[in-house]
């Protein structure tokens, strides 16, 4: 079942076309990654999806139109964006920059039980309660920025480069993370210019060039096919 569709999506930064009539599904379940090179409308999308964007064309979420609606009705209604940069809050401890994503919850419990399942997720954070997130490293500063949705307990996770500028091991242990989501029913759409790492874990995928989808299929023929090899898996 289809738990996020774009159909036709143009977007605008002023007279700047950043999106030509884009087209994309997200079945519930999948991981379904962007892939394509700098430029090209990743963070576009995400952003599009969130309503950080105003866009033409038709956003719909668990079969509700959402094209119009503001970013804090979208993240109410289950959609987690953690954003290209991590965008934390660096004069907040990991335990503050936590709540924040659970601000809209007013039971205790609640925000406690959400917190302990993001530490099973991430020890580290844990080990980390107190300390101030910009003082984190890079790979601290991405689990805090997926743990922080995490505590929206969002219907769909929207990941922009989780893997940018982080080390091979951090990488690999992010990357096991989303997949451990997934397994665990988690709804994902990955944008990644780690093409290879993206598809490795990805059902499906789309690859987008200069605003426009030019390919999409299963992600075990993406990572076969030699426009794609040549073009993002050199």
Do not use: W
């Not at 409308?41 to 503001?70: P, Y």
């Not at 480069?161 to 988690?186: H, K, W």
């Not at 210019?193 to 023929?221: F, H, K, P």
Request: aromatic share 6%; net charge negative; hydrophobic share 45%.
């Amino acid at each position: 079942m289809s738990l996020l569709e774009l159909k036709d999506v143009h977007a605008f930064y002023g007279g700047i076309e950043a999106l030509k009539g884009i087209s994309l599904t997200v079945n519930e379940g999948e991981i379904v990654t962007l892939i394509g090179s700098n430029g090209a409308g990743k963070s576009t999308t995400l952003k599009s999806i969130c309503g950080q964007v105003k866009v033409t064309g038709a956003i719909t979420f668990d079969g509700k139109n959402i094209t119009d609606q503001a970013v804090h009705q979208t993240a109410a209604a289950g959609i987690a964006h953690v954003p290209e940069g991590r965008r934390i809050f660096p004069r907040l401890t990991v335990k503050e920059n936590l709540e924040m994503g659970a601000f809209s919850v007013k039971d205790k419990d609640v925000v406690s039980q959400m917190m302990e399942r993001v530490f099973a997720y991430f020890p580290r954070l844990k080990e980390r309660l107190r300390q101030l997130g910009g003082t984190m490293s890079g790979g601290e500063q991405q689990m805090l920025a997926i743990g922080r949705s995490l505590m929206m307990q969002p219907r769909i996770l929207l990941l922009d480069e989780p893997s940018m500028g982080l080390a091979p091991i951090l990488v690999e242990q992010i990357f096991e993370i989303i997949r451990e989501l997934n397994r665990e029913g988690m709804t994902i759409l990955l944008v990644e210019q780690n093409a290879y790492q993206a598809l490795q874990i990805a059902s499906r995928g789309y690859v987008i060039q200069s605003g426009e989808m030019i390919m999409e299929d299963e992600a075990s023929v993406l990572l076969e096919s030699r426009k794609v090899k040549e073009a993002y898996l050199a």
